[in-house]
T-cell receptor, first 115, second 112 residues
């Protein structure tokens, strides 16, 4: 098992450009999440999904869109990148909670720099 | 919505001493509380977690305690070692993992 993988690992964008971050998991997890991590602010939830075809807003959703067309993939889109979106982005996945398997498994992160 | 506070923001201890990190949460409906360790440049990794129906959980040198009445939970690391140096994050979740809110993190330094 590869676990949770993210593509790309690093990207530089100019203000106004768009891009899509890809998260893939091979653990058949129902839940998937996108976080951003900024210095001194911990992890903040952008969007999450509780199953294929569903998405929901987290704490900081503005400026991002997501899609979960396949259970194993969760895409994060930036339509018009801004310098404030410079951050490290982590994807995570987990199973449903009722069977005591709520553990989140994180991907390696994507470092995004918006100039 | 849920708000998680974490203290202290930095903590330095001598090797072999104990370290305690405390988190408070605001939403009494939160029922799952994990702790993550993140080393520099790496992804967060779960080290221990606790559910709301349990008051304490221990795993070797690491323990977590939960006080539902006061809405706080704490991470205890005994016999600290240099490899324990990292940033530790607490989190709270409603519906056992559907939506996580993280604390801002504690940078732990274990001095040899």
């Amino acid at each position: 098992n590869a676990g949770v993988t993210q593509t790309p690992k690093f990207r530089v964008l100019k203000t106004g450009q768009s891009m899509t971050l890809l998260c893939a998991q091979d653990m058949n997890h129902e839940y998937m999440y996108w976080y951003r991590q900024d210095p001194g602010m911990g992890l903040r939830l952008i969007h999450y999904s509780v199953g294929e075809g569903t998405t929901a807003k987290g704490e900081v959703p503005d400026g991002y869109n997501v899609s979960r067309l396949k259970k194993q993939n969760f895409l994060l889109g930036l339509e018009s990148a801004a310098p404030s979106q410079t951050s490290v982005y982590f994807c995570a996945s987990s199973t449903v909670g009722r069977d005591l398997k709520e553990t989140q498994y994180f991907g390696p992160g994507t470092r995004l720099l918006v100039l | 919505g849920e708000n998680v506070e974490q203290h202290p923001s930095t903590l330095s201890v001598q090797e072999g001493d104990s370290a305690v990190i405390k988190c408070t949460y605001s939403d009494s409906a939160s029922n799952y509380f994990p702790w993550y360790k993140q080393e520099l440049g790496k992804r967060p990794q779960l080290i221990i977690d606790i559910r709301s129906n349990v008051g304490e959980k221990k795993d070797q040198r690491i323990a977590v305690t939960l006080n539902k009445t006061a809405k706080h939970f704490s991470l205890h690391i005994t016999e600290t070692q240099p490899e324990d140096s990292a940033v530790y994050f607490c989190a709270a979740s409603i519906n056992y993992g559907q939506n996580f809110v993280f604390g801002p993190g504690t940078r732990l330094s274990v001095l040899p």
